[in-house]
T-cell receptor, first 112, second 110 residues
Framework: DTAVSQTPKYLVTQMGNDKSIKCEQNLGHDTMYWYKQDSKKFLKIMFS???????INETVPNRFSPKSPDKAHLNLHINSLELGDSAVYFC???????????FGSGTRLTVV | DQQVKQNSPSLSVQEGRISILNCDYT??????FLWYKKYPAEGPTFLISISSIKDKNEDGRFTVFLNKSAKHLSLHIVPSQPGDSAVYFC?????????FGKGTRLHILP
């Protein structure tokens, strides 16, 4: 019974396409996040939502738009995909960040 | 501008010995420090954390030490086991945000 689940696990798409990654958590956490792990292996925060409200929005191109229909879901939509968007995207959730996040298993996005 | 730095990309340790993973940070406003473990094709898993007001936290084989004056923390794993082979991320929290280091790959040798 997966705590934080992301779909799809792998996504290969052409430049210029629009794609979405879905995330769901069944832990009852109030806060959800999107992180990007690039080719240099840095894990960088992109967005954070607390109870459907956007609380962190790092310097991310506006082609990336998060959507949280309820506190258990945080989806990531990406418009006009570029080669540089290729990365692994991790969804996570937490009660309190200092007590640790629970991460999903990641979505490997490859833009060709 | 890396606020959390793990300067060793990899570390090899004999099974049964102590593994010591190091981390440095620059922001004195961090209130919690965390360690995560990651296996290939999986998300990072929370291991242990420490408040900035403490200097040591222990959980089984894992101990985290914090030296605030040096802005340095370390994770000790004793004794090291084969299943400990993974990438370890040091992280620090400031409010709602957690900032991660680049990770250190730990190899436990038989």
């Amino acid at each position: 019974d997966t705590a934080v689940s992301q779909t799809p696990k792998y996504l290969v798409t052409q430049m210029g396409n629009d794609k979405s990654i879905k995330c769901e958590q069944n832990l009852g956490h109030d806060t959800m996040y999107w992180y990007k792990q690039d080719s240099k292996k840095f894990l960088k925060i992109m967005f954070s939502y607390n109870n459907k409200e956007l609380i962190i929005n790092e310097t991310v191109p506006n082609r990336f738009s998060p959507k949280s229909p309820d506190k258990a879901h945080l989806n990531l939509h990406i418009n006009s995909l570029e080669l540089g968007d290729s990365a692994v995207y991790f969804c996570a959730s937490s009660y309190v960040p200092s007590h640790g996040y629970t991460f999903g298993s990641g979505t490997r996005l490859t833009v060709v | 501008d890396q606020q959390v730095k793990q300067n060793s990309p990899s570390l090899s340790v004999q099974e049964g010995r102590i593994s010591i993973l190091n981390c440095d940070y620059t922001n004195s406003m961090f209130d919690y420090f965390l360690w995560y473990k990651k296996y290939p094709a999986e998300g990072p898993t929370f291991l242990i954390s420490i408040s900035s007001i403490k200097d040591k936290n222990e959980d089984g084989r894992f101990t985290v030490f914090l030296n605030k004056s040096a802005k340095h923390l370390s994770l000790h794993i004793v004794p090291s086991q084969p299943g400990d082979s993974a990438v370890y991320f040091c992280a620090a929290s400031e409010g709602d945000k957690i900032i991660f280091g680049k990770g250190t790959r730990l190899h436990i040798l038989p």
